[in-house]
């Protein structure tokens, strides 16, 4: 239940109206409310109230609703609902959402809906069903408004008052010809600002920013935070307009890659789900292969501990600085990673960048592990005094295994995007990972050189 709802309307007088049966109170206070929070409060119901509340809500408004229940509920509806309510839902629903909704029921569901729909509507969602996953015509609306450059200002506003209701946004209107080729783009501010009598085609802006319907999802929604469009045209192969995508799919796509990237930088695979409603199972079936991977990756730090197993037994003082070392290294390495990440998916860093990129962290590295070389030498000599050359090797190592770090750390993620992975799964337990056995190599061999031991 979110803040807001609780802030907006009391939820526990609504429940409390649904359990006493008192509908008609009931539908009067949701009728002033924001369908995303009618809908927080109808997942709060039992099955038998959720049904009953929803039918109460007039159509228009009870399809916006659909739109915002998750999918367990959305299915408890559509199989208690008759095929003509079914039918009005999904026709009043904007293809999008309807195709969101589809790609996550059941088959069996799935299959009732599309038989209540339209051959029209059943047309254009199969359409949108072939499109790869998480590209841009996945997620694109064909609900937009067009118009032909020979129309006047006049007559595009007509056009708009009379098609604009089945649009998602009417502030932005394609220009197309006779065969959907899209030739511009112009905004109702646009018309606003000139004559009835001036013609489309000679206020309309040509050089129109769009993305192909197999373009990733991703990349769209780059394209619309980087040049603040509130609609983005998706045009086919020929350049053919075939849909837009809109800001509120594109704040969807943001949050789910966002929470995808989160949850590689932690070592799980991503779940699809919110973590409530994804089951224990599922949620250690996501965490258990990373993790494995991670264990058994650790064993060459073990190997490496016991190949400089002489070194510490001569001196056993070398083993305590060994946490110190790998936390180190480990965290200098994360920092840097997960600034490359955040660069790279911004847009702000690009693999031809990479040489610039090592320069800097290896300078940022060396000034980083200066400071904290001498802050640890100082240390040291108090807490071991006469034990000054094991002092110097250990914040030699320091400084050495900090900009090692670095390096590894700006570059494995920069090499994940070469190879075309994802660089979030070069974050923080896989540098670590690596950087623990590099800066145990660079540690004990520094400790053989300058101490004079033999491994």
Known sequence: MSNELEEAVDMGELLKLAEEKKYRQLKVTLLELNEVDIATFIEELDSERTVVVFRMLPKALATDVFAELPVETQTHIINSITDKELSEIVEELYVDDAVDMLEELPATVVRRVLQNTTPDTRKLINQFLNYPENSAGSIMTAEYVGLKKNMTVEQSFAYIRRHGIDSETIYTCYVMDEKRQLEGV????????????????????????????????????????????????????????????????????????ATEDFEKMAAMLPSEKPYLKTSVFQLAKNRIPWLLILMLSSTITGGILVKYENAFAAIPLLVSFIPMLMDTGGNSGS?????????????????????????????????????????????????????????????????????????????????????????????????????????????????????????
């Open 186 to 257: 112009v905004t109702v501010k646009d018309l606003l600002m000139n004559p009835y009598e001036t013609k489309v085609g000679d206020i309309m802006d040509t050089h129109v920013i769009k993305v192909v319907t197999t373009d990733d999802q991703e990349e769209a929604a780059d394209t619309m935070s980087r040049y603040g469009l509130l609609s983005l045209p998706v045009v086919d192969k020929e350049g053919r307009l075939v849909g837009i995508i809109t800001v509120d799919d594109v704040m969807e796509v943001m949050e789910e890659e």
């Open 335 to 455: 920092q840097s990673s997960t600034m490359i990440i955040r660069g790279m998916a911004v847009g702000e860093i690009e693999p031809s960048d990479i040489l610039q990129v090592v320069w800097k962290e290896i300078r940022v590295g060396m000034m980083v592990g200066v400071v904290l070389a001498v802050v640890n030498f100082a240390r040291l000599m108090i807490q071991y005094p006469g034990n000054t050359m094991i002092c110097l090797t250990v914040v030699l190592s320091v400084f050495c295994t900090v900009v090692v770090a670095k390096t590894i750390g700006c570059t494995l993620p920069i090499g994940a995007k070469v190879l075309k992975l994802d660089p979030a799964i070069m974050a923080s337990p896989m540098i670590t990972t690596i950087v623990d056995a590099v800066s145990l190599m660079v540690y004990f061999n520094l400790a053989c050189h300058l101490l004079d031991m033999t491994v």
